[in-house]
């Protein structure tokens, strides 16, 4: 019969499991920053956004990107609100009308990131 309240003693050994033991290669500030760049990509709507930003070098106004969406003005200026505060995108004002550009930077980041994951070797 199976004693549940037996004890069962742990093995002490000193070895490690692993060859090669497991570590970091992010600091917290920068998996921070990372993360929030990957939730603002989650969004199905900011991620055809930054495609859109990706494929013109220059910059997008805002009335050419609201108008690729059945979305509001309010609910378009949110999800840009979101792609700037996560570092992704900026504007620049011209008159009345805001145009919008990816940060290559960022996105390169992102890049080397996921490739290192897959096997890539970082650029």
Request: hydrophobic residues 45%; aromatic residues 8%; charged residues 20%.
């Amino acid at each position: 019969m199976l004693n549940i309240h037996e004890k069962i003693p742990l093995a002490t050994t000193s070895a490690a499991c692993c060859d090669e033991l497991p570590a970091l290669r992010l600091a917290s500030d920068e998996a921070q920053q990372l993360a929030q760049m990957f939730k603002a990509l989650g969004q199905p709507v900011r991620l055809q956004i930054v495609d859109i930003l990706s494929r013109f070098g220059g910059k997008v106004c805002v009335c050419d990107i609201e108008s690729q969406f059945d979305l509001t003005q309010p609910t378009i200026s949110h999800h840009l609100k979101a792609l700037r505060e996560a570092g992704l995108v900026d504007y620049e004002m011209r008159g009345l009308w805001a145009y919008y550009f990816v940060r290559p930077a960022q996105l390169q980041q992102l890049r080397m990131l996921v490739g290192e994951w897959i096997g890539g070797q970082p650029t």
